[in-house]
């Protein structure tokens, strides 16, 4: 999870959720008589039936409070976390509680990679839907491939190997052995694997199944005046995705977010 104002360039007001660490603290207890929610029953109030339904500004503000600020966490809390909260801080460059400011006007609904129940997930096809039917925003990922191309593509493996192609194309590798012609070429996703939820038939034989260009998606977007969360997936994303975001004069219509810090601190930096 990630929180937006860690990572807006041009408008720290402007929020998402975020729980950074959180798997650290699921058994810090209560603090400020606001207690935690383990990381895994986040994940699963967040990402129920597709949609991420933001929090509400109040608990928010009980979470920021409650993390961002060390002095107010309980005696009995690991140091190691509150140090942990420190240097995050620190390396994010977060100073105030000013940044911490959140303006809600009304919950928000964001499409999971995409409608991915109705078409294959991170694929353009995916976001149209999702921006069709009412969202406020689409969810997506990004990797930098050997071409210099950016692509939409989430995969499987973990923060340390991400992008793996076993499950999602019955073959072993990761995306990141490919250029983005090789991708879209000659990967053919597998219609039967368990998480894709749209079901075979939107994936066998269907043009729109492919791995997209971040561009494509985005300039959809743009069309379509969606909001966009960028999850910075793979390695070396941030600087050119902020620069194709920038080039496409749609920083105020995008969001970042990493579960690498050093990821957000560069797009802070930018």
């Known amino acids: ?29 209560k603090v400020n008589n606001s207690s935690f929610l383990e990381s895994n ?12 339904l933001l929090a509400t ?7 920021l409070n409650d993390i961002i600020n ?9 140091l190691s976390i509150i140090n942990e909260v420190k240097l995050l ?3 994010l460059n ?8 959140h303006n809600f006007q009304s919950i928000q609904v964001v499409g999971h990679r995409g409608s991915l129940y109705h078409e ?23 990797f930098l491939l050997k071409c210099g191309s950016l692509v939409v593509f989430h995969g499987g493996g973990d923060d340390a190997s991400p992008g793996r192609l076993d499950d999602y194309f019955n073959i072993e590798g990761s995306i990141l052995d490919y250029t983005a012609d090789e991708a879209q070429s000659n990967l053919v996703f597998n219609p039967y694997f368990a998480e894709f939820g749209c079901g075979p038939e939107k994936i066998k034989n269907n043009d729109d199944a492919y791995i997209p260009l971040l561009e494509e998606v985005l300039l959809d977007a ?30 105020d219509q995008c969001y970042f977010s990493s579960f690498d810090p050093e990821r957000i601190a560069l797009v802070r930096q930018m």
Do not use: W
Not at 41 to 52: D, F, G, K, S
Not at 57 to 63: G, L, P, T, W, Y
């Open 1 to 29: 999870l990630s929180r937006r104002y860690f990572s807006n360039k041009s408008s720290p007001s402007s929020s998402s959720l975020v729980v950074p660490f959180m798997a650290n603290i699921q058994n810090a207890g």
């Open 41 to 52: 029953a986040i994940e699963e109030m967040l990402h129920t039936e597709n949609l991420v």
């Open 57 to 63: 500004e109040s608990r928010i503000s009980d979470v």
């Open 70 to 78: 060390p002095a107010t966490l309980v005696d009995n809390l690991d």
């Open 89 to 91: 801080k620190a390396k």
């Open 94 to 101: 977060i100073d105030s509680k000013s940044e911490l400011t």
């Open 120 to 142: 294959l997930e991170n694929t353009r096809r995916g976001f149209q839907v999702a921006s069709e039917i009412g969202c406020d925003a689409i969810e997506l990922d990004v």
């Open 222 to 251: 743009k069309e379509s005046g969606v909001l966009v969360k960028i999850e910075l997936k793979g390695p070396g994303t941030a600087q050119p995705v902020i620069e194709l975001v920038d080039r496409l004069d749609m920083v």
